[in-house]
């Protein structure tokens, strides 16, 4: 149990500074804080402006293929549109966001004043910042200051020998190395204050077998960043002596190698999905327990399968290189690595299900988004394990099957969490709720949005439409396919507009949240909503895994439970 008082009523520092000066002070305030719960809040900003600039870039791509030869881009526009959309959902928005939440709840959840490195932390922020910023300056500066300016067209992937300067002239590539490069070394720095953190900073009593499970994942995260994103800096470094300084590393002309790129990108590219995902996972773990009443089902295999992940998920990367010709055996070793990884995985979902069983579920909003999570999830899951399988992979590796699957992950799995995420952290982050009404309405539009674009997708993946392509011919048997897609894009789009519209609409008119309005049992909600800029005003000492909750119903007959 928790042996402080919470606090209930305490100034928000930035309303002190509305008081005191004008909109200037305020604005210097939040550039020089190193406030965690500030620079979190300014991560999610951050990625919630390039999602919907990635989301854009997505619709007008949908637009194009929706119907044979279509012309509504050129070529080259639809090249840009499609790097410039994958680089900014993975680089600057998937993992902007789920390191904001981290950066604001974790010193929460285990009793923290701040991070271990304030400093550091505000540093790794605004390098990332620096890194978005550069890659859509591209779009000036693409060919010098003084040329017309182009965003990279190489994809998100930047394949050699697209990236070589006789294919890819002018700055364009350069700006997108240079911002991957920042993006990187910002994750570094957030992944190295989290493990700190972590380890050193939890408040009396908190031992590891007390920590709540968001963190534990976070901190598997974060050591898995830390292995994942060092080659993909070292190839970026790579790349640009290649451009610039005579390199030959990935110039196959000159005796360099264009699968030692594929190597690189790949050992960062699919630990990246975990990097990911794993932060979606750990706010399911705290929002489905609480919204079914009951404590997480197998805590020790919950961090045990965790841990696993985190192991497994280094050793798995070329199975993106099925198609490029590694051989039998190592074609047979990362066929049975990436089926391996499944098994940790599939204890995660059966530890959810659990949890959901017998429980008093209460359908909020954040609870039914989490549910969308277990279904979609185990979907992306199975298409997985399919994919894992070189014989098939070889028929479908690069195919819009392959497209549909990895969206299946990043939008069914990880977006679903995020929207979950923000209707149950909202309440803690700005003292007000969000409106239950439009989230219903956002839940159920984007699920409709969201089946209809990726459950037919695997169509034509099946029938042979192959990844990236500008657009095809009438009578290869997708248009169909391809129309309804397009289609579940809108629903997409309308969804996520009221979404944007309940943030804005419940921070100014949303009713009083209280310090606790879910009823939950981790510290975050001991504190004031917002908290303030100090967290706690005494330390908390905490006796057990809820430590809430058990403050509030010593009845409880889990109460003691270790």
């Known amino acids: 149990m ?55 870039e997505a619709l007008l791509m949908r637009v194009q293929l929706a119907v044979p030869n279509n012309t509504f881009v050129s070529p080259q526009t639809f090249n840009r549109l499609f790097t410039m959309h994958g680089t900014t959902m993975v680089f600057f928005v998937g993992m902007p966001i789920l390191f904001g939440f981290g950066n604001y709840l974790i010193p929460l959840m285990i009793g923290a004043r701040d991070m271990a490195f304030p400093r550091l932390n505000a540093f790794s922020f605004w390098i990332s910042a620096l890194g978005g910023v550069l890659l859509y300056f591209s779009y000036f500066a693409g060919s010098g200051l003084y040329g017309a300016g182009t965003a990279p067209d190489v994809g998100w992937f930047a394949y050699a020998p697209l990236t070589a300067r006789v294919f890819s002239p002018g700055h364009s590539t350069d700006y997108w190395t240079l911002s991957v490069l920042l993006s990187g070394i910002g994750s570094i720095g957030t992944a190295l204050n989290i493990v700190a953190t972590t380890l050193c900073m939890r408040c009396p009593g908190m031992k590891l077998s007390r920590m709540p499970l968001l963190v534990w994942l976070y901190f598997v995260t974060s050591c898995i960043a830390f ?50 995902v794993l932060p979606a996972f750990a706010f399911a773990n705290e929002i489905i327990p609480v919204f079914s009443r009951k404590a997480i089902f197998g805590y020790p295999a919950m961090v045990a399968a965790t841990i696993g992940i985190g192991f497994i998920s280094m050793g798995v990367w070329a199975h993106h290189m099925f198609t490029v010709g590694l051989g039998p055996n190592a074609n047979a070793f990362f066929t049975l690595a990436t089926m391996v990884i499944a098994v940790p995985t599939g204890i995660k979902i059966f530890n959810w299900l659990a949890t959901l069983w017998g429980g008093n579920i209460h359908f909020t909003t954040p609870m039914i988004f989490a549910i969308g999570f277990l279904f979609q999830f185990l979907i992306a899951g199975l298409t997985g394990v399919m994919l894992s399988a070189s014989p098939f992979d070889w028929q479908l590796g690069n195919s819009y099957f392959v497209v549909a699957h990895f969206h299946y ?73 391809n129309m309804i897609v397009s289609s579940g894009a809108i629903f997409q789009t309308i969804a996520t507009l009221i979404f944007v519209y309940n943030l804005v609409w419940s921070y100014f008119k949303g009713p009083e949240a209280g310090a606790d309005p879910w009823d939950a049992w981790t510290l975050e909600w001991s504190t004031s909503s917002p908290p303030p800029s100090y967290n706690f005003a005494k330390t908390p000492t905490v006796e057990s895994r809820r430590p809430l909750w058990d403050l509030k119903h010593p009845e409880d007959p889990d109460a003691n439970y270790e």
């Open 227 to 276: 292995i994942a994103i060092s080659p993909l800096t070292a190839a970026q470094i790579m790349l640009l002596i290649d451009r610039y300084l005579g390199g030959h590393f990935f110039d196959t002309q000159a005796g360099g190698s264009a699968v030692l790129w594929m190597h690189f990108f790949w050992i960062f590219g699919h630990p990246e999905v975990y990097i990911l």
């Open 2 to 56: 928790v042996t402080h008082t919470p606090v209930t009523s305490i100034a928000n520092s930035s309303a002190a500074a509305r008081k005191h000066g004008g909109a200037f002070d305020v604005l210097q305030e939040w550039i020089t804080t190193v406030d965690h719960k500030k620079i979190g809040l300014m991560y999610i900003g951050y990625a919630l402006i390039f999602l919907v600039i990635a989301g854009i």
């Open 409 to 481: 992950v990043l939008v069914g799995a990880i977006l679903f969490m995020i929207f979950s995420a923000f209707y149950y952290w909202y309440p803690k982050m700005t003292g007000h709720m969000m409106s239950e009404k439009l989230g219903k309405w956002h839940f159920w539009l984007f699920v409709i949005g969201f089946h209809l674009t990726f459950d037919f997708m695997h169509i034509p993946g099946i029938l042979g439409m192959p990844r990236r392509v500008y657009t095809y011919e009438a009578d290869r048997g997708w248009a169909i396919w």
